[in-house]
């Protein structure tokens, strides 16, 4: 497709189950990142991928979260023992730059996460 | 810690008014100030501002940076209900092997016929 696909776009999880969710960034997109949107809040910056290697994850909130992106293409988001403050929209976002960075990065619709 | 604040929070205006958004940021190794536009979904990209004094237009929307007074406005003239969204204000910080976007909570704007 021609934008950032990301599914599923809606979870519901038990408390303490495992989720994954998956980015499927613009085909040739050097940098994928992932945000955390809580509701009425402004995304918040998880990790950041430039091909396969992951050079920043200093935002993820525990290390129950892990994100991969063994190919330097499609990237997964897991979530383990999945707690109620977990609940929000996982945005992945693209971008075809690394350094000289142009600001337009390209967001998926989000997977909404309900942690019951 | 790097922090992006935006006022007000929210905003309902009339069909046909001008609305002024607010956004001011301390962002450790800052290269750029973004604005994006969320419509329940996906956030889409408006404006990226580098240089401080330097407008950017598109259609009824301008924005502009003070990099000494640490902040930027987002201006909508004429409004539609059509530009009802949340508008997100994010610092762009480079640095090391990293660039990552830190954005603020939003305005949430209506706009009512």
């Known amino acids: 497709g021609a934008g950032v696909s990301q599914s599923p776009r809606y979870k519901v999880a038990k408390r303490g189950q495992d989720v994954a969710l998956r980015c499927d960034p613009i085909s040739g997109h050097v940098s994928l990142f992932w945000y955390q949107q809580a509701l009425g809040q402004g995304p918040e910056f998880l990790t950041y991928?430039?091909?396969?290697?992951?050079?920043?994850k200093s935002g993820l909130p525990s290390d129950r979260f892990f994100a991969e992106r063994p190919e330097g293409s499609v990237s997964t988001l897991k979530i383990q023992r999945t707690q109620q403050e977990d609940s929000a929209v996982y945005l992945c976002a693209s971008s075809p730059w690394t350094e000289a960075y142009t600001g337009e990065l390209f967001f998926g619709e989000g997977s909404r996460l309900t942690v019951l | 810690e790097d922090k992006v604040v935006q006022s007000p929070l929210s905003l309902v205006v009339h069909e046909g008014d001008t609305v002024t958004l607010n956004c001011s940021y301390e962002?450790?190794?800052?290269?750029?100030l973004l604005w994006y536009k969320q419509e329940k979904k996906a956030p889409t990209f408006l404006f990226m501002l580098?240089?401080?004094?330097i407008e950017k237009k598109s259609g009824r929307l301008s924005s502009i940076l003070d990099k000494k007074e640490l902040f930027s406005i987002l201006n909508i003239t004429a409004t539609q209900t059509g530009d009802s969204a949340v508008y997100l204000c994010?610092?762009?910080?480079?640095?090391?092997?990293?660039?990552?976007?830190?954005f603020g909570t939003g305005t949430l704007l209506a706009v009512q016929p």
């Open positions: 991928f430039q091909n396969e290697a992951q050079l920043d």
């Open positions: 994010a610092g762009l910080s480079v640095g090391g092997a990293t660039n990552k976007l830190i």
């Open positions: 580098t240089s401080s004094g």
């Open positions: 962002v450790t190794n800052f290269r750029s």
